[in-house]
């Protein structure tokens, strides 16, 4: 059953009285972190934290050997040695610059929680991204963070794992976002959540791979000029009609903002 909304971005309320619990919102909004978010990758904001904020050339050529996330081990560990510590770590992340527009999307959707479930899919680490949406102010409208574990050993080194493992060729061996949100959404579907549609907000090629599975009533929102959007447009011009769902690229999160507004605005 589609709900409507009374008035402009306001979730109405089923007429009668004594409804025990409040409705399940209507969209799932996912967000990628790095350079979605925040406007750097957080693995090379870190970097700032070194001794002459850099790293040795060794260190930085060793990123050709395995996987991205055990390199970003070696980074940290490197950090640590360094003498790098968890109040250093904070400030860094902390004071990563937001995407433009990014606080009025947020606001936009502080202002109509009811509406959208919100979760955030990203090949950063936890603390870091905490730490970031903390100092924001805007952590407590995520559901759930999905990312790769991280946290402080007993020398007071930052230490990263991998996320899980996968089958998808397309994806770093320490996630795959599309078999997140696959599972994330079969975990809800069994809570009885279902959604009307699902936003993805995102910029890389990591979020192109969930993307793929979106419906033709769902949004891709991909950074204008990154990864993500140059897949798409591959895609469309390679096998036109694949790629089901709406494409909105951006440049500033307000047109993200603008778009949803425009949405709720039409459902009224």
């Not at 078999?179 to 079969?186: D, F, M, S, V």
């Not at 447009?233 to 690229?249: D, R, S």
Request: with cysteine; proline share 6%.
């Amino acid at each position: 059953m589609r709900r409507c909304c009374e008035g402009v971005g306001l979730p109405c309320l089923f007429k009668g009285v004594g409804m025990a619990n409040p409705r399940p919102p209507r969209y799932l909004l996912v967000f990628d972190f790095d350079e979605t978010i925040v406007d750097e990758n957080s693995d090379d904001s870190v970097v700032r934290a070194a001794p002459g904020q850099a790293l040795p050339e060794s260190l930085r050529q060793s990123l050709h050997q395995g996987s991205y996330n055990e390199y970003m081990q070696r980074v940290l560990a490197f950090l640590g040695d360094q003498g790098v510590r968890v109040g250093d770590f904070k400030a860094v992340y902390e004071n990563i610059p937001l995407s433009p527009g990014m606080t009025e999307l947020f606001q936009f959707l502080s202002k109509n929680h009811e509406l959208f479930e919100i979760i955030l899919i990203s090949d950063a680490n936890m603390f870091g991204i905490e730490a970031k949406l903390r100092a924001a102010g805007v952590h407590s409208l995520f559901r759930k963070i999905f990312s790769n574990p991280s946290s402080f050993d007993k020398r007071g080194y930052l230490t990263l794992g991998p996320y899980h493992s996968h089958k998808c060729l397309d994806c770093p061996a320490n996630m795959c976002k599309r078999k997140i949100l696959t599972e994330y959404l079969a975990e809800r579907a069994q809570e009885e959540v279902e959604f009307e549609r699902l936003f993805y907000v995102g910029d890389g090629a990591n979020d192109f791979c969930p993307s793929v599975t979106l419906t033709s009533a769902d949004v891709a929102f991909p950074r204008k000029g990154y990864s993500m959007h140059r897949m798409t447009q591959e895609m469309e011009k390679k096998q036109p009609g694949a790629f089901q769902a709406t494409v909105v690229p951006w440049e500033s999160a307000t047109e993200v903002a603008r778009y949803l507004q425009e949405l709720l605005q039409k459902k009224c």
